[in-house]
């Protein structure tokens, strides 16, 4: 049973840091990707890692405050937010894939998610 699990939401005060984290089991995937939801919009795109070699990808409005990490023996991987922002409030979801291509940034690329995990950014 494939199971995607994750960790490390809360509330931080804007300028701070949080990083979440997401543990696969039941098998491997070629990509790994965080998403994030508030209320009433779409589920967005916010990073993507994949598992041969470590590439990554991260939507503008991140880059350069958070890092999609991936630790391959313990199946599990890491988004390590800094710099929040209150813009960044949202249930966060971690995403696999099987697809092969490069990046995959769309919500039905992913074919197993996690239950979200809520980041709230205090102004």
């Known amino acids: 049973q494939v199971q995607l699990v994750e960790s490390g939401g809360g509330l931080v005060q804007a300028g701070g840091s949080l990083r979440l984290s997401c543990a696969a089991s039941?098998?491997?995937?070629?990509?790994y990707a965080w998403f994030r939801q508030t209320p009433g919009k779409e589920r967005e795109f916010v990073s993507a890692i994949r598992k041969n070699d470590g590439n990554t990808y991260y939507r503008d409005s991140v880059k350069g405050r958070f890092t999609i990490s991936r630790d391959n023996a313990a199946n599990t991987y890491y988004l390590q937010m800094n710099k929040l922002k209150p813009e960044d409030t949202a249930v966060y979801y971690c995403a696999a894939s099987y697809g092969r291509g490069w990046p995959l940034f769309k919500t039905y690329e992913y074919a197993y998610w996690g239950q979200g995990t809520q980041v709230t950014v205090s102004s």
């Open positions: 039941g098998l491997t995937f070629n990509n």
